[in-house]
């Protein structure tokens, strides 16, 4: 079989080759773990090399391992939305929104991951401020890049202003894809933990409706009705029921902070910081209030931005009258946030819970086996006594 790439497990899925194959002899489909591999029609392809010559992964593999950044950066800010209501709907602090209202505001167009009809995650355009509320949000499951490169592509060609967001790896699949700089271009990626697996997402999404007997209405992976430092899974039912949880009870988080199904790639991340290519990084600013950045927080949410790039850093000063900014050291702000520069350990379960998937285990019996509440409760329970010193109070109480 020929192939993008000689080990696949370091694929992306950004579709890049997909999209610049000149005669669509690549297609984009699930591998059995559920995330979009390249297969390539061996029958119609000429071997032109462009498939390779876009993949970020192979021009990352050419690079020196040096941070391309410029020496003025990275810069960070601790910042949020002054409008509460862009703020309490956001992951963070909702400067995602500011940025894309700002590049809407100038006929321009914002790439985003929303979801679809089925609550898989795709990737849009949008261009109307209305759009805006689908891409607000993190979605924590891959997201299917669909044609947006290729779209993007003619926006900037017709000197249209772009704001392309996704995670480390889509924005460099974007800028090896378009092969050259373009002066209307914004790109924003996010600190990112692993993207977990859509086929997961979508057993989890039947289990779902299959408890609540309902399809689904909506879904926030981040709600803050309990604050941003509790945040909640939840999913809102058809037939009025609705599903709240706190990220550390639910399932599906369960799951993924153990990292037990993000992408094969995501474990040895070539796009983490210094070497992203997005001009902008945003991610959650835990511990500020420890950092004496910020005092006496509401827990509406706080993000945590950082300029990459010049162009980045005015399109801050752009927003600068809409939010609340305050410059810190990037070491400090990424101390408190391993995943910006460091990816998480493959946890030793992983093989062996794709391989109870794929051999039909029953999403509950995995659940039970993989993600079981009782047992995060226990650790919970266990971090907190660690915390509180009770255990060493305990052990002195027990030694006499
Ligand atoms: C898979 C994933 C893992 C993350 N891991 C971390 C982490 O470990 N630490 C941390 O501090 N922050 C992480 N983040 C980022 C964080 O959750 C917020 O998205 C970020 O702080 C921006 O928040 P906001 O309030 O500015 O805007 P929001 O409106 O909340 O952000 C929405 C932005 O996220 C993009 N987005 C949403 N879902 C996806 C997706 N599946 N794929 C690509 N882009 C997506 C949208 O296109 C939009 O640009 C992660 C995000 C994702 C999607």
Redesign the pocket.
Known sequence: MISVLENMDRCIGCSACAQRCPIQCISMADDHEGFLVPHIDAGRCHDCGLCRKVCPVLKADAETSESNQATDYPRAWAAWSLDDTVRLE????????LLAESCLSRGGTVF??AFDQDFM?RHIGIEQPSELDS?????????DINRCYKEAERLLKEQKPVLF???GC?IAGLKTFLGKPYPELLT?D???????SPKVWSLYLEDMKKRFKSEIESISF?DKKNGWKNYCMHIRFRNGRSYRDAAVKDTFFIGFGKNLFSRKCCYSCQFRHPHTRADLT???F?GAEELGIVHGQDDK?I??VIANTARGQAALEDIRDRCFLKETSFQEAAAK?P??TVSAPMPRARTLFFKDLNSGMHFSALKRKYMNRFVQNLKLMARRMLGSGMVDRLRKLIRG
Do not use: E, H
């Open positions: 956001s992951s963070s602090g909702g400067l995602f929104s985003g991951a995650v891409l607000r949000r993190s979605k924590y499951v891959q997201s967001s996704g995670t889509q924003v996010l600190a990112c933990y692993g993207v977990p981040r945003l991610a959650d835990w949410g993000s945590l946030n995943r910006l």
